[in-house]
């Protein structure tokens, strides 16, 4: 399991981080 970053929370603001990082090719957990 090899993960660019981790996102603790899925509010809103975690849910918006984790889109965008992923639209940026990193690998999102």
């Known amino acids: 399991m090899n ?3 981790i996102i ?3 509010g809103a ?3 918006a981080a984790a889109y ?3 639209q940026n ?3 999102v957990l």
Request: hydrophobic letters at 35%; charged letters at 15%; glycine letters at 26%.
């Open 13 to 15: 603001g975690g849910s």
């Open 20 to 22: 965008h990082l992923a």
């Open 3 to 5: 993960h660019d970053i």
């Open 25 to 27: 090719g990193l690998r």
């Open 8 to 10: 603790v929370g899925s």
